[in-house]
């Protein structure tokens, strides 16, 4: 399997502009977990998914943040409008079904600048 | 707040010796712990994990040990590698396995 797939490596945009970061998990994967990882405070989850179902979107920091996956094999963090404070790595991970020894699979993430 | 501390943000080693990272968690619920390993520019790998009925699991050069009642856990790499060097997570789940809560990474630099 190739893993989790995350498009693009690398975002470069304005602030305002809205900015789509996207997520192929791994085939047969229940969960899809997006996590924001900063200087501060390490790696943040921000929401995740079961079965293409959002169950947990309390760390989602505002209104401006949403997040669809409108299949098993794909899922978009979508940040409109975008600011500086944005500015991260955006991880996706995902998982199989709850379980004793589970663990997340992490895509190589998203770099993302707001300038 | 944070439910999972890492405090110290870098360790130096000489290859060979042993390393050893630190993780505190408030949480008391948690009850499975991991910790990952991240390279630059790439995403984060599992690498040894540890169910709250153990107080320690040995994978290789890698050992990770729980004290639950200083609600604080360790890895120990023996002996370390430069290959080694990179930063590493700890992170900690209660019940629902699958949201994991993590702390904000130590960066281990193992000396040639």
């Known amino acids: 399997d190739a893993g989790v797939i995350q498009s693009p490596r690398h975002e470069v945009t304005e602030m305002g502009q809205e900015v789509t970061l996207r997520c192929k998990p791994i085939s047969g994967h229940d969960y899809l977990f997006w996590y924001r990882q900063t200087m501060m405070r390490g790696l943040e989850l921000l929401i995740y998914f079961n079965n293409n179902v959002p169950i947990d979107d309390s760390g989602m920091p505002e209104d401006r943040f949403s997040a669809k996956m409108p299949n098993a094999s794909f899922s978009t963090l979508k940040i409109q409008p975008s600011e500086p404070r944005d500015s991260a790595v955006y991880f996706c991970a995902s998982s199989r079904r709850q379980g004793v020894n589970t663990e997340a699979f992490f895509g190589q993430g998203t770099r993302l600048t707001v300038v | 707040d944070q439910q999972v501390k890492q405090n110290s943000p870098s360790l130096s080693v000489q290859e060979g010796r042993i390393s050893i990272l630190n993780c505190d968690y408030t949480?008391?619920?948690?009850?499975?712990f991991l910790w990952y390993k991240k390279y630059p520019a790439e995403g984060p790998t599992f690498l040894i994990s540890i169910s709250s009925i153990k107080d320690k699991n040995e994978d290789g050069r890698f050992t990770v040990f729980l004290n639950k009642s200083a609600k604080h856990l360790s890895l120990h790499i023996v002996p370390s590698q430069p290959g080694d060097s990179a930063v590493y997570f700890c992170?900690?789940?209660?019940?629902?396995?699958?949201?994991?809560?993590f702390g904000s990474g130590t960066k281990l630099n193992v000396k040639p």
């Open positions: 992170a900690a789940s209660a019940g629902n396995f699958n949201k994991f809560y």
């Open positions: 949480n008391s619920m948690f009850d499975y």
